[in-house]
């Protein structure tokens, strides 16, 4: 309990300094928002009348903290590039990137274990080297290269998909899903090379354990010791290393996004650093960071339960 | 007994060495000037002439491609000694003074840790602005929390070793210590990790280009080139393959030196 709390309340600290950082960020860039919305020509009346209207003459902290209250409540204010509020931009954006997140995830979890533990049986030196060269391979192409290629092979040679012809979860769901099946795979391909390599390293390190020899020596089959003994026991470094998974699919998610033109947070952020629209930017930022963080969190939790040996 | 050949560290060289070469011939001379543009030659395929074949301008892909590899490497490098430097300084300092100082800087790199790369490279973009001056500002302060966090775990280490001690105990100074005593002991760490982050430097960098962020107009530069290339990728798609395939072999040639060096004891 005590190691909860402890965990709670570093969380809560770590997104408080995050907020920190994230606000003071964007209230120090050059250009202030009253001028850049009306343009260098506006006269000093009308800027200070907006720069009032927008809480800029107020001192930063007390601005932080309006800020923060507000985004504590979900309200991020007003994009200054489509004049509406970010939430409403954000809104069923959110749900197509969860679908594309969770797809993602579900293919790494699906692929990355049985090949993992094909790749860590392989005791010969061709089959050895042939698993780590694939690996290494995969582990190097950039995700907006995968996705070209996917969109080439299965929508121009293929055509089992249109690109750009993206329905929306709320109209059909499952034509949603199929949609983003494709982007999906450009995401965890990388991904699963890497949980590969992580789990054949890690089922090999265990291999080497006492226990393995009282296993062989109890009269266990070599199937046996694997999935009766090594599997569990290798599995549980791969819980932390699924919590940098899960973060490098929300990120690689913005740029295949984009390849794919689907509607989602990472081409609204895309767009918004291009136009310098920093109340989109700063409210996409604090999602990603949160959702970071809580991640890490229940990785750290779950680890916990699994491995109850574990202090802070 | 016959020493096994270290094949990674081989062809990883090789590779490198090759990339490498076309890279920094591709900052000053190439085939074809990157952006001579021909209306015959528009999105024309491979030939011996233009052996990556031609872009929707009718500008040479090879000479194209040479050269972002060659910017792609450039900022690779100096993205990756910077945070590398000022990295390594921040992590001695916060591995050596200790105490509250340190704590401040590992809570800084723990939070900073848990964020993919991308994601920061973008945030930083944003506040900076697109181009290649900012990108390579905000990608190398993005290395620093990594290499502070291998210096200060070496200094660590190395800090209650003997040597050390008596160093201390015969009267050096600080900066002596550091410099002539930690430094050359803990330097094939921190350079094992510039190879990991070398590479993350060529996927950020080409990954911002992809999102027109980084190199601008008409400079060539590898991610921008698979940027325009989607639009084409039924009439041509050479156009898309060959940078991509760049930059798989950009960071396929490192990763395996890293490998192969990693083998060597």
Redesign the interface.
């Known amino acids: 309990m005590k190691y909860v709390l402890k965990k709670i309340l570093t969380l809560i600290i770590a997104l408080l300094l995050i907020s920190i950082v994230v606000f003071l960020a964007f209230s120090v860039i050059p250009g202030d928002a009253a001028i850049s919305k009306l343009g260098t020509e506006a006269t000093p009346e009308r800027i200070a009348e907006l720069r009032e209207m927008l809480g800029l003459d107020k001192p930063i902290l007390e601005r932080y903290f309006i800020w923060l209250g507000n985004a504590v409540q979900l309200d991020f204010g007003t994009s200054y590039q489509y004049n509406v509020s970010v939430n409403s931009l954000l809104g069923t954006r959110i749900i197509n990137s969860s679908i594309l997140s969770i797809i993602s995830f579900i293919m790494v979890i699906v692929f990355s274990i049985p090949i993992g533990i094909f790749s860590a049986k392989r005791r010969s030196v061709p089959g050895r080297t042939a698993m780590t060269t694939i690996t290494q391979i995969t582990m190097g192409v950039p995700s907006f290269f995968l996705g070209v290629l996917i969109t080439y092979l299965f929508s121009i040679i293929l055509k089992m998909f249109r690109l750009g012809d993206f329905v929306s979860p709320a109209d059909s769901f499952w034509g949603a899903c199929a949609y983003l099946v494709f982007p999906a795979i450009a995401i965890a391909l990388p991904k699963i090379a890497m949980t590969v390599k992580f789990l054949t390293t890690s089922i090999r390190a265990e291999l080497h354990k006492d226990y393995v020899r009282t296993a062989y020596a109890k009269g266990h089959t070599k199937n046996g010791v694997l999935y009766g003994h090594v599997l569990k026991n290798s599995l549980v470094p791969v819980i932390t290393f699924m919590g940098v998974i899960v973060a490098e699919i929300v990120a690689g998610s913005i740029i295949v996004e984009k390849v794919f033109s689907v509607p989602g947070v990472g081409t609204l952020l895309i767009t918004a650093i291009t136009n310098r629209d920093y109340p989109v930017v700063e409210a996409v930022v604090l999602l990603f960071a949160f959702l970071i963080i809580v991640i890490n969190f229940i990785v750290d939790m779950i680890y916990k339960i699994v491995d109850p040996r574990v202090k802070i | 007994m016959k020493k096994k050949r270290n ?1 990674n560290l081989i062809i990883g060289c090789i590779i490198t060495g090759i990339v490498l070469l076309l890279a920094l011939v591709g900052l000053f001379w190439t085939p074809y000037p990157t952006t001579q543009m021909s209306l015959e030659l528009k999105l024309a395929p491979p030939s011996i002439a233009h052996i990556f074949g031609c872009d929707h301008f009718g500008r040479d892909v090879f000479s194209r491609v040479m050269q972002g590899m060659g910017t792609t490497f450039l900022v690779s490098i100096t993205t990756v000694s910077f945070g590398m430097i000022v990295g390594t300084i921040i992590g001695f300092l916060a591995g050596y003074i200790g105490g509250w100082f340190d704590e401040i800087i590992m ?2 790199n ?2 900073l840790n ?6 920061l490279a ?2 930083l ?3 900076f ?2 181009g290649l001056l900012n990108v390579i500002v905000a990608l190398g302060i993005l290395f620093i929390p990594s290499f502070a966090r291998i210096a200060r775990s070496e200094m660590l280490r190395l800090k209650g070793l003997q040597f050390v001690q008596s160093a201390r105990l015969i009267g050096d100074s600080h900066g002596r210590i550091i410099f002539s005593q930690i430094l050359p002991n803990a330097y094939t760490t921190i350079l094992a990790s510039a190879a990991v982050g070398f ?1 993350n430097a060529v ?1 950020a960098e ?2 911002l280009s ?4 980084g190199v601008q107009p008409p400079d060539a530069s590898l ?1 921008r080139m ?2 325009e ?2 639009s084409y ?2 009439k041509a ?1 050479w156009y ?2 060959f940078p ?1 395939v760049a ?2 072999v950009l ?2 040639g490192v ?2 030196i890293s ?1 192969g060096v990693s083998k060597i004891d």
């Open positions: 094949y809570r800084i723990d939070v848990a964020f993919p790369s991308i994601l973008l945030v973009v944003s506040f602005g697109s590479n996927l080409a990954g992809y999102m027109g962020l991610g698979i940027s290339a989607g990728l039924l798609p898309a393959i991509g930059i798989i960071v396929l990763a395996l490998e």
